[in-house]
């Protein structure tokens, strides 16, 4: 095996599929790249490789810093800027061998359901052409079509309400979100800081394990990383609830919605047969706060971009706009107004209203009280206690408690690129629907592509599963009975 000649057949890949548009900025072939496979190659020869994704090509979501690409997060106003830094992700990736396989297209600041809101264009999935094309979904699709198209071995991609896995589904690839706070932060341009969680992005689970193992740790410099006593008390907990071979998964009732494709539902119910035929048990569950919590999310993440996106004024961050800042008298008014897409534009809008003195009350406030009975319903059924919520373990009844959850990913197939042009802002929210729970309260949440028959667009369907705040380790290792039940 040469590590130089794979990572040569995923750069050509990337030019043969261009078309696709899931790189913003493709990797360069050029010396400082091949020399760093080279050197891969030789590390693997003399049995001396830094890591199991030592040489391998690694694409980057393009709202995570890098030194050597711009970092433009898909938005006009920021299509000149290269950050003087790494983000830490990616320097872990690259202390271990990794090599940047390029800067991924996206939705603008990771706003969007299918990646059509990028200032760079739509990125395009694999399954049709022309006005049959499909959504890659979003908001990490330019990662979702890369790895799927053999573009690269792996993306990096990040995670808010479901922007890793809906487009790992709508593409038949792997997507994992880890708990929040596992891979640092740092150096990732935030859209809801409370939400954002960086993900992986691959073919099949060893590698997202790969991935995953590379990035996992404490950093110093991100407030929202889990602490190593935090580390260390879910470590402990382990062995004490360590299973035997055989897992209890849960089935939420809610996730039984109205408008789930009927396809779907067929292969929800042979996932769950499978399970049950390995020796897997299987229990009804109920979350009552999932139809809430859709509605919940929309006001939070929201209220969070318009924070986090007031710096960008062509003062301090972002491209100036070169026309006379003097609408209203306000210096900044054109350069944000030109510089933001329209759903960025309306996000900002939606968040500043909530935040507003007279809404404040009915809606930010009313949505974290949402999210924390989100949080509550998940701790009700899983048999490990929230190790970042110490409580009584015998504090809800244990008869229907649960290790996992499985549940689809997403409630329909794919739409078409050109049915998106029509379709109201709220009809793409709601394409989050079965993903936003678990972003609400942290967990770690995984989908698969499971090829029972049928298919649909000739895909398999994405299948997800979801855990308690800090078993991650649960969740692949419970995708892979359901991939390989030889695992």
């Known amino acids: 095996m040469s590590l130089l000649r794979d990572a040569e057949r995923c750069l050509q890949n990337q030019l043969l599929h261009k ?21 891969a190659d030789t590390r693997l020869r003399d049995g001396k490789s830094r890591s199991s994704i030592d040489g391998k090509l690694i694409a980057i979501k393009d709202n995570i810093a890098t030194k050597g690409f711009p970092t433009t997060c898909a938005s006009r106003l920021l299509k000149d800027f290269v950050s ?44 049709g052409e022309g006005p049959e094309a499909l959504s890659a979904g979003g908001s990490s699709g330019g990662s979702a079509v890369a790895v799927a198209t053999h573009q690269c071995f792996a993306a990096i991609g990040t995670d808010t309400g479901g922007s890793v896995r809906q487009p790992a589904a709508y593409t038949g690839i792997v997507g994992f979100k880890p708990s929040y706070g596992m ?24 590698s997202v394990r790969s991935v995953f193992d590379a990035v996992n740790g404490y950093d ?12 260390l008390r879910i470590a402990q907990q382990k062995p004490k609830y ?22 779907i539902r067929k292969i929800w119910l042979q996932s769950i047969s499978f399970l049950k035929e390995h020796g897997h048990s299987i229990h009804q569950v109920s979350l009552p706060s999932t139809k809430q919590a859709l509605s ?72 974290q009280k949402v999210r924390r009975i989100v949080q509550q319903d998940f701790d009700k059924i899983f048999n490990r206690p929230n190790p970042l919520r110490p409580s009584n373990i015998n504090e809800y009844s ?9 549940c689809p990913t997403v409630a329909t197939s794919p739409p078409t690129l050109s049915s998106l042009a029509g379709q109201a802002p709220l009809e793409a929210y709601a394409s989050d629907i079965f993903t936003v729970p678990a972003s609400l309260a942290g967990l770690p949440a995984i989908t698969v592509p499971v090829s029972f028959e049928p298919e649909i667009n000739g895909l398999p369907i994405g299948m997800q599963i979801i855990a308690q705040y800090g078993d991650d380790d ?13 695992s």
Request: proline letters at 3%; hydrophobic letters at 40%; one cysteine or more.
């Open 242 to 263: 360590k299973h035997r071979g055989s897992f209890r998964v849960g089935i939420p009732s809610e996730y039984n919605v109205e408008d789930l494709d009927p396809v």
């Open 296 to 367: 919940a999310y929309y006001v939070i993440a929201p209220a969070e971009a318009s924070s986090n996106l007031a710096k960008y004024d062509g003062v301090r961050y972002g491209t100036r706009d070169g026309d006379t800042d003097d609408l209203g008298g306000i210096l900044f008014a054109n350069t944000r107004g030109k510089g933001f897409g329209e759903e960025v534009r309306r996000r900002i809008l939606l968040g500043t209203y909530s935040l507003s003195a007279a809404a404040i009350d009915n809606y930010f406030i009313q949505a």
């Open 19 to 39: 078309s696709l548009n899931a790189f913003v900025t493709g990797a360069k072939r050029d010396e400082r790249l091949l020399n760093s496979l080279r050197e």
């Open 220 to 231: 110093s410099q991100d407030p929202t990383s889990l602490s190593l006593f935090s580390r």
């Open 474 to 486: 649960l969740v692949l290792d419970v995708a892979s009975c359901l991939v390989d039940p030889a």
């Open 183 to 206: 891979i640092s932060r740092l150096g990732i341009v935030p859209y809801a800081n409370s939400l954002d969680t960086v993900g992986v992005l691959a073919r099949d689970i060893s």
């Open 84 to 127: 003087p830094f790494n983000a830490t992700v990616v320097e872990k990736l690259l202390n271990l061998g990794a090599v940047v396989g390029g800067k991924t297209n996206m939705d603008e600041f990771g706003m969007g359901s299918n990646s059509t809101h990028s200032f760079f264009g739509n990125v395009q999935s694999f399954r």
């Open 398 to 406: 244990n008869h229907d408690r649960v290790d996992v959850l499985l």
